[in-house]
């Protein structure tokens, strides 16, 4: 009586594996699914709003802690120092206003020397020569500068020993355009 395509034996009770994963299969998704959702609405928010009340609770008990004392010792130095750097700045300000009235005074006495001197008759010639003889002579220069030639009399661009601007790689030969040698 032993048939190859009998079952389990019907005294043990017991079924094989596949068959209790395909009975059981949609129990464990479902018991999943509902244990994702209770885990991503329910404790995870529980969780972090527990942790901030924590927080707030740290917060005002260091707060309880600084007493007003610190504070306003803090306060004091922070308008000390404030104060200071006010000081500072209005010196710099008083300074900048000193160099700024230096200045126009020295610009207006130079309008003046020249409004002198267009009416004198010089035109826009100052009374310095020096200056003139400076410019006359850097004149002198540049005309015997001109005479002399910037370029290299041994300098060809077309033949390749020249600087290192002038490189060019060399010429592929072969396939590059298919073609062959």
Request: proline share 2%; net charge positive.
């Amino acid at each position: 009586m032993s048939d190859a395509n009998a079952g389990p034996e019907e005294g043990s009770g017991l079924l094989p594996f596949s068959e209790y994963f395909g009975i059981f299969c949609w129990l464990i998704v479902i018991i999943a699914g509902v244990g994702y959702y209770l885990w991503t609405k329910k404790v995870k928010t529980a969780i972090t709003n527990h942790q901030k009340f924590q927080y707030h609770q740290n917060a005002a008990a260091s707060a309880k802690k600084n007493d007003s004392a610190e504070a306003l010792a803090r306060n004091e130095q922070m308008l000390a120092a404030r104060a200071r750097m006010q000081e500072e700045y209005n010196v710099k300000v008083e300074s900048y206003i000193e160099k700024k009235k230096q200045q126009d005074e020295i610009k207006r006495q130079n309008d003046i020397i020249k409004l002198e001197n267009k009416l004198i008759g010089n035109g826009r010639r100052l009374h310095n020569t020096d200056t003139m003889d400076k410019t006359n002579k850097s004149k002198a220069n540049d005309k015997r500068n001109s005479n002399k030639s910037s370029f290299r009399d041994n300098f060809n661009p077309l033949s390749g020993s020249g600087g290192m601007s002038s490189y060019r790689p060399n010429r592929r030969l072969g396939g590059a355009r298919g073609g062959g040698g």
